[in-house]
């Protein structure tokens, strides 16, 4: 069966539909390197939407924001029946049956806490704001941690490519030495001398590509996502780590504000732990239907009683003395966390100032001289005016010194990282 051409334009068009719409559905579910660095509220937004352990860090939140709900609702009442009066033997008078011997009862109880619903409401509410601090900070680590996979795939990725760039220039010096040497101007041990180059330069080559495999399978574990670096480019880490950071204060971090809310929900436990040495009152409304008439009792009653537990053993003081001693350990906990914040603030911007002087002065001075010094070799190689020694040696020295820059700009990068992490840069407010 021949279809018509206007069948045949619509298999194409629905082809065509189907098409864009899995080409976009696997760009959606792609990591664009190069607009995860350069913006970073839609890394985050990334992080917040896709990976297990935010959707984690918020379930846990949202538990304790329901605890703190629940803290808020009153004690259920108690409900009781019972049936009483079961004749032992003869009946008094005699010959009564069960329809006029039985006691029925039914009770309705409710317990009225004094002083406690305040502090247990105020503990579950500060244990539900740590909890949200608790979420905006592993949201931060977990932005942190995809930042610097995100600029490891860009930083193999150029390693790679700079070493490929002097694999080929030390390719094009042994053709230009192997026609050397068929006219006898070139000895055939320094042609050897270049090919051993190249090779373990192709070796640095192949264990690079290794590297940059190895990085995009970390940041497809990092982001939950396929890594693609088709459009990233060095410009990506630099722009991704700025020379100045916002002035900000580490004590403001989600996770010491979760330690301190937490503290004080603990001082929250142990003034209701206290407040148990005040008794509450469990009052009792009930309804006695009486069959056993005949000796004098009313047939339908209502009773009303309450009872008081006497805390004379128990009441509270050691669950006080606990809440204390945890709520002590979590401000302690909180100093320790600042104090060491601090210092590793202070270190990453003494060894950020030292890598950003010492990659300064490499880009600068020392590997524009490196660079114009291989050319120099090169072309002397090309008019037969070379010490092939000179040639290898500057070669490998230029290759050091731009390895070597890209080690020191991946390492600010790093440093500056984590001082956004320290910072509190990469936390947000959570719903």
């Not at 204390?324 to 601090?342: F, G, H, P, Q, T």
């Not at 001075?365 to 660079?371: F, I, M, N, S």
Request: charged fraction near 30%; aromatic fraction near 4%.
């Amino acid at each position: 069966m021949r279809l018509s051409s206007k069948g045949l334009l619509l298999v194409s068009l629905l082809g065509a539909l189907f098409a864009t719409r899995e080409s976009t559905a696997q760009s959606a579910s792609r990591a664009d390197v190069h607009q995860l660095l350069a913006e970073p509220s839609r890394l985050r937004s990334w992080v917040e939407q896709r990976s297990p352990d935010a959707a984690q860090a918020r379930a846990d939140a949202r538990a304790l924001g329901e605890e703190s709900r629940a803290a808020r609702l009153l004690p259920n009442p108690a409900l009781d029946l019972s049936v009483s009066n079961f004749p032992v033997g003869p009946t008094n008078p005699r010959g009564l049956g069960l329809d006029r011997t039985l006691i029925y009862g039914a009770g309705l109880s409710e317990t009225f806490e004094i002083g406690k619903r305040g502090p247990r409401q105020e503990a579950a509410d500060l244990r539900s704001a740590a909890g949200r601090f608790r979420t905006r900070a592993a949201v931060a680590r977990l932005v942190r941690d995809a930042r610097a996979a995100l600029g490891r795939v860009v930083y193999a990725e150029e390693r790679q490519r700079v070493l490929g760039e002097m694999l080929s220039d030390a390719k094009r010096s042994t053709v230009i030495a192997e026609g050397r040497v068929a006219h006898q101007a070139l000895a055939e041990v320094d042609l050897d001398r270049l090919r051993l180059d190249v090779a373990s330069l192709e070796a640095e080559v192949v264990r690079a590509r290794g590297e940059a495999q190895s990085a995009r399978a970390d940041c497809a574990g990092a982001l939950s996502a396929d890594c693609d670096a088709k459009r990233a480019s060095w410009s990506d880490v630099v722009l991704a780590a700025p020379s100045a950071l916002p002035a900000a204060t580490a004590n403001e971090r989600a996770e010491l504000r979760a330690l301190e809310a937490e503290a004080a929900a603990f001082r929250k436990d142990a003034v209701l732990a206290g407040r148990r040495a005040i008794p509450d009152v469990t009052a009792r409304l009930g309804y006695t239907r009486d069959t056993f008439t005949v000796s004098g009792d009313n047939e339908n009653t209502l009773s009303l009683s309450a009872s008081i537990p006497l805390p004379f053993f128990d009441h509270g003081q050691h669950d006080r003395t606990a809440a204390l001693a945890r709520a002590e350990a979590r401000d302690e906990n909180r100093k320790s966390l600042a104090v060491a914040s601090r210092a590793e603030l202070a270190s990453l911007a003494a060894r950020r100032r030292a890598v950003e002087a010492t990659l300064s002065s490499l880009e600068k001075d020392t590997l524009p001289r490196a660079e114009a010094v291989l050319r120099a070799q090169e072309e002397g190689l090309a008019r037969g005016q070379l010490d092939m020694t000179d040639l290898i040696l500057a070669r490998r020295q230029t290759i050091s010194l731009r390895l070597q820059a890209l080690d020191l700009g991946h390492d600010a990068f790093q440093l500056k990282n984590q001082m956004r992490f320290l910072l509190g840069l990469d936390e947000t407010p959570t719903r």
